[in-house]
């Protein structure tokens, strides 16, 4: 069995769900990963209004898709985070409140606490066919992002002692190890993006995270390998180690170059796209991620969840691209073979 070809809405937030269903289909897409921002999915709707959940459902089954995670990239950002004012542009109002940051990193984690919540209540209502995708990967998911209280000290100068760096982790740990309490109790997964600006954006980080929360079972990642490319991190090996704890894959992909640029892999403060940067994102086929590699792995490691798309090209049309996109994705799929393909020699 194949997996389900979806899309992630969160760069599509400008369009109602609607609108978006209608053309996710037509693009060629089963099912969206709905993020918790536009109209998309309302954790706090989710928990107030009992027949939310059933329009979201119905909403969707009206233009032939379904959805298998959703994803609150934005809130869980400001969890762990120093707030300031660029977080009040990707906030809620009720979670931004008066912008004082700890008051911020509170309301932001009862927030993903309800949206643990919101998800058990939405997929509790999904047709059967999601049904039974989400029971054969044993899990259901929310992706996001945790923050980071030591991001800006990637580079260590002024000098950064190993004291710092340790209490930014103790920090994630308080913070989410709390909120993995309410994903355990909804029996809910969160799968953390691995990217820059979150607590872990690499192999050595991902693994302190989980040391950090002592492995705690409902805690994994969301595999974006674009993430990892052009930081020269190895992201099949990212499959090897951390196989068992891949919740959920973004399919994007992204381009470096082979030699030096005049703006470098920190970006030089310039905008994706701009002409001498030594990276961008590309539609999926399009830059130098090994996906053929990458779904092999996959096989590996048992995964089973839906393979999704999440579209960021800055100089390409965004619907020429994610048609290309579900069609690259779904020919890239296949099924693991449950016979040795030489069996028929010991015949």
């Not at 004082?100 to 606490?113: F, L």
């Not at 994994?220 to 020269?232: A, E």
Request: with cysteine; charged share 25%; hydrophobic share 40%.
């Amino acid at each position: 069995m194949t997996r389900p070809v979806c899309l992630f809405t969160g760069q599509w937030a400008d369009l109602s769900l609607a609108d978006l269903a209608a053309k996710a289909k037509s693009f060629g897409y089963e099912a969206l990963e709905l993020a918790c921002w536009g109209d998309h999915f309302d954790p706090a709707q989710a928990l107030d209004d009992d027949g939310y959940c059933a329009r979201q459902w119905e909403l969707l089954q009206d233009h032939g898709v379904l959805s298998y995670a959703i994803s609150t990239h934005l809130v869980g950002q400001a969890v762990c985070d120093r707030i300031d004012e660029r977080h009040k542009s990707i906030l809620p109002p009720h979670v931004w409140g008066d912008g004082d940051p700890e008051g911020v990193r509170q309301r932001a984690a009862q927030e993903m606490k309800d949206t643990a919540k919101a998800a058990r209540k939405f997929f509790d209502a999904a047709p059967q066919p999601v049904k039974e995708r989400l029971a054969q990967t044993g899990r259901t998911v929310v992706n996001g992002f945790t923050g980071s209280s030591i991001w800006h000290l990637l580079y260590s100068f002024p000098p950064v002692t190993p004291a710092m760096i340790e209490a930014g982790f103790q920090d994630f740990a308080e913070r989410w190890g709390d909120i993995m309490k309410t994903f355990a109790s909804e029996n809910v997964h969160f799968a953390l993006e691995v990217h820059p600006t979150e607590i872990a954006f690499d192999l050595v980080t991902a693994q302190r995270a989980l040391d950090a929360i002592d492995g705690h079972a409902h805690f994994g990642f969301n595999f974006d390998p674009s993430h990892f490319g052009y930081q020269g991190v190895d992201y099949l090996e990212f499959l090897r180690r951390f196989g068992d704890r891949i919740f959920n894959v973004h399919v994007k992909d992204v381009w470096w170059s082979d030699h030096g640029e005049a703006i470098g892999v920190f970006g030089g403060h310039s905008d994706f796209g701009q002409d001498g940067r030594f990276w961008d994102f590309r539609s999926p086929g399009r830059g130098k991620i090994d996906f053929e590699a990458m779904i092999r792995l996959l096989n590996h490691a048992g995964y089973q969840g839906p393979l999704t798309v999440e579209w960021e090209d800055p100089m390409m049309d965004r619907e020429f691209g994610a048609t290309e996109a579900a069609a690259f994705t779904r020919n890239l799929d296949f099924p693991q073979s449950d016979v040795a393909f030489d069996a028929a020699f010991a015949e």
